[in-house]
């Protein structure tokens, strides 16, 4: 089993058919695997091996499409990681996944290099596009010259294909390490599951360094879609795409949702196309997909996820009527109990923690055993997310559990930042919260308690932070009290925080 057999399997299937368009130009699915497999024959040849990590930072590209594939078709893991983090970030996915080699773009060769430094293993920087520093190496060239890689490694079901970090309470990310299996019987699932057409247009605006992104691009494999891929989230390309392209199903998360809706000449575009649109990676409101329906008379389906389990738990089936609020149901294969705190399963309608089972479930943490066992005790993923079932099989979530901040379908961990604040001098105490925001789901917020004597502004506080997290994971502002409330235990009290400050 090797996730690489969905671009194989969808061309003897289906044929050659228009698999993606990038800015003006289009690829078609033998085009593009045909480069894949020249990519894979350079990475052999530059000392990558089955098992190896290899962290790929690039924004949304036919190259970085192409990476997946070459990746996994050598039996090699591969690591995509946000090119927007910062060095720092960049620089502790490079080293705590022990890679050996990073691939980048030539215009983010000289930030990923100095990343590169902070790294312990990484041996070489290569770039698909050309740079002008002396410590990267451009292989387009050699991509272009390479043979073809004929072969397609047979991995096992629960070998690692996929290395993915994302951000937890506790400071720096996590890496969730899933199997072909997990990939693919995931993916799989979905597609049966929502019933999915073959041979839709669609658009692609989800960042590939998120699994959601990397759901989108497998489901195009899978039902032979055409999509047309954008650099990163805009408004006005995606609207531009649908008019062009007709595309009648995509998927967004609850921001890019409110971005279209405020496009001032979203009428502009001939948006008729649109049939269904999938939201996931936070809390969509209903007022939002009301709202939404009725600007672009189309449906709009919410689903639930996590990185850890690859990454979809529920969907909403697309034949079935709405039910205000509710995740879904469980697709295919995967078993969804609400437990109380104990482990015990919960009747219908009583609030508990959401608990995921099946074939998709992550094998744990990259080196955190610790994190691994708090994830998957009693044989089912934790999720850290309080929800409840109705009595037809519906979910519904209505809290977290974690302290983790999902602003624009991101997670983001208070811990990273407030390690941030803490390096300024004058801060005695910090913490950070996420707050209701119409346009993010969330916003973050810092609250902070200054040393005796010490003085710091806002504006202040929020350029320092700025070195060391990036730019998105800034507070939106600073609420600064004589002293931070506590619990009995004597640690910072954020639930306290988050009612007094919930107005901010």
Not at 8 to 23: C, L, M, P, V
Not at 284 to 311: H, M, Q, T
């Amino acid at each position: 089993m090797n996730a690489a057999e969905f671009t194989r399997d969808s061309i003897q299937k289906f044929g050659e058919y228009t698999a993606f368009q990038y800015q003006g130009r289009e690829w078609s699915n033998i085009e593009h695997d045909a480069y894949a497999s020249r990519l894979a024959t350079v990475l052999l040849e530059h000392g990558v091996v089955r098992g190896d990590r290899v962290p790929v930072v690039m924004a949304n590209c036919p190259e970085v499409l192409a990476c997946f594939q070459a990746i996994w078709k050598i039996g090699a893991v591969i690591v995509p990681t946000t090119p927007q983090l910062g060095i720092r970030e960049v620089g502790y996915v490079l080293d705590h996944s022990d890679a050996k080699l990073v691939l980048t773009s030539g215009d983010l060769a000289t930030r990923i290099t100095e990343a590169a430094e902070l790294a312990t293993k990484i041996e070489q920087v290569l770039t698909l596009g050309s740079n002008k520093i002396d410590t990267a190496t451009d292989i387009t060239s050699e991509v272009d010259a390479a043979e073809i890689y004929k072969g397609l490694m047979e991995t096992a079901d629960d070998e690692m294909a996929f290395l993915l970090y994302t951000s937890g309470t506790t400071g720096h990310p996590k890496g969730v390490m899933l199997s072909h299996k997990n990939i693919m019987s995931n993916h799989l699932s979905v597609a049966k599951f929502e019933r999915l057409n073959v041979r839709s247009q669609t658009i692609l605006p989800l960042p590939l360094s998120h699994s959601f992104g990397v759901l989108m691009m497998n489901l195009c494999s899978i039902l032979a879609c055409s999509a047309t891929v954008l650099p990163k989230f805009d408004a006005e390309e995606l609207l531009q795409g649908v008019a062009q392209y007709g595309a009648d199903r995509f998927s967004l998360v609850p921001t890019m949702l409110v971005r279209l809706m405020e496009l001032p000449n979203r009428h502009d575009y001939d948006t008729s196309s649109i049939e269904i649109v999938s939201s996931g990676g936070a809390i969509l409101p209903n007022e939002v997909r009301i709202a939404f329906e009725k600007e672009f008379n189309c449906k709009v389906l919410d689903g639930y996820g996590l990185s850890e389990c690859a990454p979809t738990a529920c969907s909403h089936p697309s034949w079935e009527s709405i039910r205000p609020g509710s995740i879904g149901k469980a697709i295919d294969g995967v078993t969804i109990s609400i437990q109380d705190e104990k482990g015990n399963q919960l009747p219908p309608n009583t609030p508990g923690e959401i608990c995921i089972k099946g074939p998709n479930v992550m094998a744990g943490y990259w080196k955190n055993p610790e994190a691994t066992a708090e994830a998957l005790r009693g044989g089912w993923l934790h999720s850290g997310d309080v929800g409840k079932m109705d009595d037809d099989g519906y979910f519904f979530l209505t809290d977290r559990m974690k302290d983790l901040i999902i602003k624009g379908g991101e997670n983001i961990s208070p811990r990273e930042i407030e390690d941030g604040f803490y390096e300024h001098p004058a801060i005695a105490e910090a913490c950070c919260i996420g707050v209701p925001d119409n346009t993010y789901g969330e916003n973050i917020v810092a609250v902070v308690a200054l040393k005796a004597g010490e003085v710091a502004t806002e504006s202040e506080l929020l350029e320092h932070v700025g070195g060391y997290v990036t730019k998105y994971k800034v507070p939106k502002c600073v609420v600064f009290l004589g002293e931070l409330p506590k619990n009995p235990n004597g640690k910072i009290d954020k639930k306290k925080i988050r009612v007094d400050v919930k107005d901010v």
